[in-house]
């Protein structure tokens, strides 16, 4: 008996470093589960829909065909479509906005592209320039956090409290909230 007992208390292998002589393909774990993960990251961008292009587009191959001086409003139409928007105090300029964005994380719009084509015509409608803007010559807008006060919309607890004083009537009948009571109710005049 006692040689079996000996036999069951062994000394544990020491694991300082986790090396198992048996197993050499595990030092290959970290890279492999890295790929997997660079793979399976790479595999969404499979079902993303694609990128949305909206306003009116100009290709560079259409901003070399309008000539500043040659061209009208008329050849401007039929070369790259009406304008998505007139300047608002100059009709004389015409804006071509287009934006590229792709969704992203909760169904939220990325913005990918940016590009304005300012074209400004002289009296006769004759092509005087031609400027590209893009996202580099945004100015950013700062929003006014504060809110405007209205008069008789600030009333404390206790003006809350005591002027609905008599509005409320559980019943329904009578007073300013029951049925058939208020302005212009027949009945119960003065």
């Given at each position: 008996?006692?040689?079996?007992?000996?036999?069951?208390?062994?000394?544990r292998p020491h694991f300082s470093g986790?090396?198992?002589p048996r197993f050499r393909c595990l030092h290959f774990?970290?890279?492999?589960?890295?790929?997997a993960l660079c793979l399976g990251m790479t595999a969404c961008s499979w079902i993303l829909p694609p990128p949305q292009t909206r306003g009116n587009k100009i290709d560079a191959d259409q901003l070399k065909e309008?000539?500043?001086g040659t061209s009208t409003k008329a050849d401007v139409t039929s070369l790259v479509g009406s304008?998505?928007?007139k300047a608002t105090f100059d009709e004389n300029s015409w804006l071509y906005i287009t934006e590229t964005t792709?969704?992203?994380?909760a169904r939220t719009l990325?913005?990918?592209d940016q590009g304005v084509v300012v074209l400004t015509f002289d009296d006769r409608g004759i092509l005087t320039?031609?400027?590209r803007l893009t996202q580099a010559d945004a100015i950013p807008v700062s929003v006014a956090t504060r809110t405007t006060p209205s008069p008789g919309t600030e009333a404390s607890f206790m003006q809350q409290l005591v002027g609905n004083i008599g509005k409320f009537n559980p019943t329904g009948t009578g007073g300013m909230g029951g049925a058939g009571a208020g302005p212009g109710a027949s009945g119960g005049g003065l």
């Open positions: 008996m006692p040689h079996s007992f000996a036999r069951s208390v062994q000394p986790l090396h198992f774990l970290p890279g492999a589960a890295v790929l309008l000539v500043p304008p998505t928007q792709r969704p992203r994380v990325g913005v990918l320039g031609v400027k």
